[in-house]
């Protein structure tokens, strides 16, 4: 899955990734390969993303909203 973490400043992360788990307003929530289309509501929390290789990388956000289609998923965040 392609992955893109965009603020208004900058693009914190592009690339493929195998899971990403983020922070739900309701609490943490993951998506896998062929995830259903979505949006949501993101709150304050850590980004956590598996990379291919099994390599961990977090990044902090202050909230924002997220797409998933087509096993793109797009971040946009504070």
């Known amino acids: ?3 893109e ?3 208004p400043d900058t693009t ?8 990403v ?4 307003l309701d609490g ?4 896998l390969h062929n995830h259903a289309p ?6 304050r929390g850590r980004v956590k ?3 291919e290789n099994k390599k961990t990388q977090f990044f902090e956000i202050n909230g924002g909203v997220l797409e998933v289609l087509d096993n793109h998923i797009l971040i946009l965040s504070e």
């Open 1 to 3: 899955m392609k992955l």
């Open 5 to 7: 973490i965009i603020t």
């Open 12 to 19: 914190i992360f592009t690339g493929e990734t195998s899971l």
């Open 21 to 24: 788990q983020l922070p739900g």
């Open 28 to 31: 943490l929530f993951e998506i």
């Open 38 to 43: 979505m949006i949501a509501a993101l709150g």
């Open 49 to 51: 993303i598996v990379d």
